[in-house]
């Protein structure tokens, strides 16, 4: 037998029925689901997974981009991306260098790093109320 008689098929498969993708998006619309009923948030550490190639960049296109975006600058660039799914954010992590260090999907109503931190908070009221102690700072 030659290879020339060897009968090869193609066959093609919709966007989400091989691969880690449907499996990853079943997973986030489960943390949704869990979100709405129970309030509890949830974290998928993108870079723990064993993507085929191009299976990160078609997650990237399907979960597509939503309303709300976020460039935080401390200690490397982090940016957050609210998906076509609310709840669904997808934050970046980048080293001083721009290494990617952290690649997660967060599945929660606000991620965590957007937050104010209570002593954050405290030192922006101690800023404002020394604003307003200056004379040139009263409309009097």
């Known amino acids: 037998m030659s290879l020339e008689n060897i009968t090869i098929t193609v066959e093609t498969a919709d966007a989400f029925s091989i691969g880690n993708v449907s499996a990853l998006l079943s997973e986030i619309a489960a943390c949704l689901a869990k979100l709405i009923a129970t309030d509890e948030t949830s974290v998928i550490d ?4 064993p993507f085929a190639p191009g299976e990160y960049e078609q997650l990237r296109q399907t979960l597509g981009q939503g309303e709300v975006t976020a460039r935080i600058e401390a200690i490397g660039i ?3 991306i609210e998906t076509r799914c609310p709840g669904v954010w997808w934050l970046t ?4 260098e721009g290494d990617i260090v952290a690649d997660v999907i967060e599945i929660t109503p606000i991620p965590e790093m957007l937050k104010s931190q209570p002593e954050d908070v405290r030192a922006g009221l101690d800023r404002l109320n020394a604003m307003l102690a200056q004379p040139a700072a009263r409309n009097d």
């Open 93 to 96: 992590h980048y080293n001083v």
């Open 46 to 49: 993108l870079q723990s997974l």
């Open 78 to 80: 982090s940016e957050v």
